[in-house]
C-alpha cells in the first residue's frame, strides 16, 4: 500500500524550512528519500532503518519513527536547488520491495 | 563512475504497436528494477531482478508486457501491444542488493507517448 505523504505542495521564500512526513500503513524496517526535478531521474538522499535514527548531511536531515511508521524530512535554510518533488520509498522487510509515496512538491523562491 | 544508462530517451508510438526499452545499470549491481511513473505520482514498480532472475514480478502486466536481463547485466523492457495508457516516463534503477539499506541509483528514463 502507498505511503501517503503530506504536504502534497509547498512554496518556501529562500532561507526558510520545511518539513515533509511520510505515513505508511504498514510496519516499515526502511525509509529512503529522494528527490526528483522536473525532466529527470530521482536522486537518492538518504536510508533510514528500523531503529528510529536520525541522518543528515548538509541542511537536510530526516527522522523515522517506528513506532508511528512514519518517516519526516526537514530542510533548513532551503535554497534555490531544493526545488523539486520529494519521494519518501517505503519497505516492510518481507519482500524488500520500495513502495513511493504520493510526492511533496517544494517550491523554493528568492 | 557511470551512472544507470537508458534509451531511447523519448519515443513516440500508435496504440498496437510493439515498444522496448533498453538499460544498462551501473557496474556491479546486482539488482535492477523497472519502475513506471504517471504524470504527477510516484514511480510504480513493474519488475525487479536479482542478477538475472526475476524476484518480483506481481505488478507487470503479463499480457502485454515483457522483461528480460540475459546475462545478469542489462535488461529490456517491451510492451506489446502498446495502449493509450501505457503513456508514462519509464525508468530503470539498479542498486548493489536488496533494498533496505542500498540506494537506488536511476537512469533519466523513457518518456512514453501512445497515440
Known amino acids: 500500500q502507498q505511503p501517503v505523504q503530506s504536504p502534497q505542495a509547498v512554496i518556501l521564500r529562500e532561507g526558510e524550512d520545511a518539513v515533509i512526513n511520510c505515513s505508511s500503513s504498514k510496519a516499515l524496517y526502511s525509509v529512503h528519500w529522494y528527490r526528483q526535478k522536473h525532466g529527470e531521474a530521482p536522486v537518492f538522499l538518504m536510508i533510514l532503518l528500523k531503529g528510529g535514527e536520525q541522518k543528515g548531511h548538509d541542511k537536510i536531515s530526516a527522522s523515522f519513527n517506528e513506532k508511528k511508521q512514519q518517516s519526516s524530512l526537514y530542510l533548513t535554510a532551503s535554497q534555490l536547488s531544493y526545488s523539486g518533488t520529494y519521494f519518501c520509498g517505503t519497505d516492510t522487510g518481507t519482500a524488500s520491495k520500495l513502495t513511493f509515496g504520493t510526492g511533496t512538491r517544494l517550491q523554493v523562491t528568492l | 563512475e557511470a551512472g544507470v544508462v537508458q534509451s531511447p530517451r523519448y519515443k513516440i508510438i500508435e496504440k498496437k504497436q510493439p515498444v522496448a526499452f533498453w538499460c544498462n545499470p551501473i557496474s556491479g549491481h546486482n539488482t535492477l528494477y523497472w519502475y513506471r511513473q504517471n504524470l504527477g505520482q510516484g514511480p510504480e514498480l513493474l519488475i525487479r531482478?536479482?542478477?538475472?532472475?526475476?524476484?518480483?514480478d506481481s505488478q507487470l502486466p503479463k499480457d502485454r508486457f515483457s522483461a528480460e536481463r540475459l546475462k545478469g547485466v542489462d535488461s529490456t523492457l517491451k510492451i506489446q501491444p502498446a495502449e493509450l495508457g501505457d503513456s508514462a516516463v519509464y525508468l530503470c534503477a539498479s542498486s548493489y542488493y536488496g533494498t533496505a539499506n542500498s540506494p537506488l541509483h536511476f537512469g533519466n528514463g523513457t518518456r512514453l507517448t501512445v497515440t
Open positions: 531482478y536479482e542478477n538475472e532472475e526475476a524476484v518480483d
